[in-house]
């Protein structure tokens, strides 16, 4: 279930949401509680601090539109409510392939 509700919010976000705050937004992930009442949608997004902050505020606004939604295309008959937060791992990876490039190169 979390990867069919992942791939209908990325479509949603991508070809459906027009707010200019949201960036380029990359759905890397969903959790769902165990009673699926709860889904906590994991954003990668591209730009500065402030750009995530910015889109991540334009994705919470959206949240009513986007679970109305996925409820409606997946036939839910309760869909469960959305929390959106960002997803720092790409930034991670980035960062330890740096480090790790620089250890090479210093030996």
Request: hydrophobic share 40%; aromatic share 2%; net charge negative.
């Amino acid at each position: 279930m979390a990867d069919r509700i992942r791939a209908e919010v990325a479509e949603i976000i991508s070809g459906e949401l027009k707010d200019p705050r949201i960036g380029f937004a990359t759905v890397t992930g969903v959790d769902l509680s165990p009673d699926l009442h709860l889904a906590r949608v994991s954003v990668s997004v591209l730009g500065s601090a402030e750009e995530q902050q910015r889109s991540l505020q334009g994705l919470v606004s959206a949240t009513g539109y986007v679970r109305h939604e996925l409820g409606v295309r997946l036939g839910l008959r309760r869909t469960p409510e959305l929390a959106f937060v960002l997803d720092h791992t790409a930034e991670v990876d980035e960062k330890l392939e740096t480090l790790l490039e620089k250890v090479k190169t210093e030996s």
